[in-house]
Each structure stands twice: as structure tokens, then as C-alpha cells.
């Protein structure tokens, strides 16, 4: 259940409380997100929905570790990040959160494999570890026929956007964000965006 009253319980993945985001823009401050509380169970689909430029990436990137808020905190599933230092918040990332992005992000010059693979070499995995998680990431996107085949080789964008999902799927992740919720809002508890 998603609730942006900020009154979660013992089960809430997320805890957001009093979340601030401002950028500067030349002289100008843009305020993207003003006090935002919230809190996501665990076990839960949530999507964000809302039109361009209305703070829906924005809060993504704070709950994933990518940017760090001006104000407030978030704790995910009981690490608190708001505070983490960069080498910290890179560990706590490759342990607890994939992230999906909208153009899959994946490197042209790498297999399936290596695709998958590259987070995983951020971890304290060996090779042998690494090896077991990514043939059963990409057996869980049906890729593993294709492990060895370049992005370029796959099918229009289907076989790309699968592949895209492997890495999330690659250990126990946390929770994981992905940056064009229309793909998964079917089974999503949804939430308008102000």
C-alpha cells in the first residue's frame, strides 16, 4: 500500500519523510519536490504517474541512491541513504536496487552476458557466483539462448527491453526503479502525481 501521509507501519519498504528536492538553474532555484512524506509496503508495484517535469524521475533517483535530496530522509528497507557517502550509497545500489531505464541503457559492445554481468562486478561476488546469476537472470528474461548475442542482434526492442529486466533479476534485490512506468502500471497500485 502505498501512503503519502507518511504514517507507514513496521512493513514499509520505503519511508520517505519530509523529502525536499531544489536545483539551481543560473540564478534561478527550482523547487521539484516540497515535503514529501510516503511510505511503500513491501511487496508492492507502485507507479508514478504525472506530467513531464512534475519531480516523478526526480524521486526515483532519490529512492534509488542516484541523487541525494536537499532536505529530509529516506530509508530503504531500514538503510537510511540520505546521508550514505558516494562510495557507500555505490555498495548499498549493487546489493538492494536494478534500475530499468527507458532506452535500456545497454552497452552495445557487450553479449547478453557481459550486459548483465557489469553490475555484478561491483560486488564481492566470484566469478563462479557471477556466473550462476546471470545465467539464471537471463534464463528468468528467456534470454539464455541469446546470452552470447550482441544487443544489436536482438529482435525490434523486445529481446532488448528483456534484457534490460535481467539485471534486476540478477540477485535479491531490495526493490527496484524503472523510469518509463508505463510498462509496468498493469500491475501497479497507482498513484497520481500533483
Known amino acids: 500500500m502505498i501512503r503519502v501521509d507518511g504514517n507507514g507501519g513496521s512493513s514499509s519498504l520505503i519511508k520517505v519523510r519530509g523529502l525536499n528536492k531544489t536545483y539551481s538553474r543560473g540564478g534561478e532555484k527550482i523547487q521539484v519536490l516540497q515535503g514529501l512524506n510516503l511510505d511503500v509496503d513491501k511487496g508492492d508495484f507502485v507507479a508514478f504517474m504525472g506530467p513531464s517535469g512534475s519531480g516523478k524521475t ?4 532519490l529512492l534509488g541512491g542516484l541523487d541525494v535530496p536537499s532536505a529530509g530522509s529516506i530509508t530503504v528497507d531500514g538503510d537510511e ?11 548499498w545500489r549493487a546489493r538492494h536496487v536494478g534500475f530499468i531505464f527507458q532506452m535500456y541503457n545497454l552497452i552495445p559492445v557487450l553479449t547478453a552476458y557481459q550486459n548483465v554481468e557489469l553490475p555484478l562486478l561491483l560486488t564481492k561476488l566470484s566469478s563462479s557466483e557471477r556466473r550462476k546469476h546471470v545465467e539464471t537472470a537471463l534464463g528468468v528474461v528467456n534470454l539464455a539462448d541469446r546470452m552470447h548475442h550482441y544487443p544489436a542482434s536482438f529482435p525490434a526492442g523486445k529481446n532488448s527491453a528483456s534484457l534490460s529486466l535481467a539485471p534486476s533479476s540478477r540477485t535479491r534485490l531490495s526493490c527496484f526503479a524503472m523510469s518509463r512506468p508505463a510498462t509496468w502500471t498493469a500491475r501497479a497500485r497507482t498513484k497520481s502525481w500533483p
Open 81 to 91: 541513504i540520505t546521508h550514505m557517502s558516494a562510495g557507500k550509497l555505490t555498495q
Open 58 to 61: 526526480t524521486l526515483l533517483n
